[in-house]
């Protein structure tokens, strides 16, 4: 005759795992969900803070050997969903919640950024996350380019609705001038244009927008960050010095508007050449230097690939037309790390838990 398993002792075990950037127990977090016992088979769910957990698999393989460990258990069944935690700030000017604003900036023009803010909110819609990208660089608006969108959806009324693009909504002043029409913005206009992106875009609800913004430290990125509470922003640089002091005073900027900072991306990294050697073009390392300098996160090295460039103007981001590539995963890799740490800034802002550093 078997035992006969209880979900008390279930718990107990799970109770044991730690989730590993939260520093805290699967049940203490109360992250297990719909736990059945039929015969001692047991069946569960993890909710994770994220769908684009990077230690998914970690955690499912620590519940698991867990839960076995209970006497009479034959067999466990797990399955995975996501609720992305609200980072607590108010955002007045939204008529639907948005529960995380992530700002994509760099000090200077040509490294990246809208590569880097495209691939980002790619790689979270391909995860499950429901993902909007504002394209903020109303001087030179290319996302639409990059996606491969001509025109906005028609205005309900008085609200704009974002056009559509690989499972993430978007917004561009690119979609609201003329092709070829010069952009010549004063303060005062630059301000209304995006608090009009805030205020009059039906975005629904959203677990991330991602907000690419116009490169260096002027109007824009005050204006936004001053009407747009953001969770955190993430500086895009090449490894080369000019490009590093650049990122450093945008860094600063954001520590100045005391917005955190989630982590620094170096792009352009490295070429890797056919016969196995690989050539540092921008120099090697700035980014790390530059991370360590400054005591935040390096969330990762893009390395270089025409296929980008290509992409970019086809309309067809990197992680979808070559979803395995090196650029493809180092990409998706820095996704996940910005969710992880945005979901942890959260969940530490509201329950005090400990912060742990993205490594």
């Not at 075990?13 to 992250?31: F, G, I, R, W, Y």
């Not at 008085?158 to 070829?180: D, E, F, H, N, T």
């Not at 509470?229 to 954001?254: C, H, K």
Request: charged residues 20%; glycine residues 10%.
């Amino acid at each position: 005759m078997t035992n006969t398993v209880t979900k008390e002792a279930v718990l107990a075990a799970l109770s044991k795992v730690q989730e590993p950037e939260l520093h805290k127990d699967l049940v203490t977090l109360n992250m297990i969900r719909a736990l059945e016992i039929k015969d001692n088979i047991v069946s569960f769910t993890i909710m994770l803070t994220t769908p684009a957990c990077p230690l998914k698999t970690q955690i499912e393989k620590e519940a698991r050997q867990a839960v076995m460990s209970v006497e009479g258990i034959k067999s466990v069944s797990i399955k995975f969903d996501s609720d992305v935690p609200n980072d607590g700030r108010m955002r007045g000017l939204l008529s639907m919640p948005i529960r995380n604003a992530i700002a994509v900036g760099s000090g200077k023009g040509g490294v990246g950024k809208s590569t880097v803010s495209v691939n980002i909110a790619v790689a979270l819609a391909q995860s499950g996350a429901r993902v909007g990208l504002m394209d903020a660089d109303i001087y030179g608006p290319n996302i639409p380019t990059m996606l491969g969108v001509e025109r906005l959806p028609p205005p309900k009324g008085q609200r704009l609705i974002p056009a559509q693009a690989y499972g993430l909504k978007m917004i561009s002043m690119g979609l609201l001038v003329k092709p070829g029409q010069p952009l010549i913005w004063r303060g005062p206009m630059l301000n209304s244009a995006i608090r009009q992106f805030l205020g009059d875009v039906e975005w629904g609800e959203l677990d991330y927008l991602i907000v690419d913004l116009p490169p260096g430290t002027g109007d824009a990125s005050l204006s936004l960050a001053q009407a747009l509470p953001l969770s955190g922003a993430v500086i895009v640089t090449l490894p080369q010095l000019v490009s590093l002091e650049d990122a450093s005073r945008g860094l600063n900027m954001f520590r100045t508007l005391e917005v955190p900072i989630l982590g620094i991306v170096e792009n352009m990294s490295y070429l890797d050449l056919p016969d196995g050697t690989r050539m540092d073009i921008f120099g090697s390392g700035g980014g790390e230097q530059l991370a360590q300098a400054s005591q935040t996160n390096f969330l990762g090295k893009v390395p270089i690939d025409q296929n980008v460039r290509i992409g970019g103007d086809s309309g067809k981001p990197i992680l979808v037309s070559y979803p395995e590539s090196p650029v493809a995963n180092a990409l998706r890799e820095i996704a996940q790390k910005v969710a992880a740490q945005v979901s942890v800034s959260a969940l530490s802002a509201k329950n005090e838990l400990p912060i742990n550093i993205v490594e």
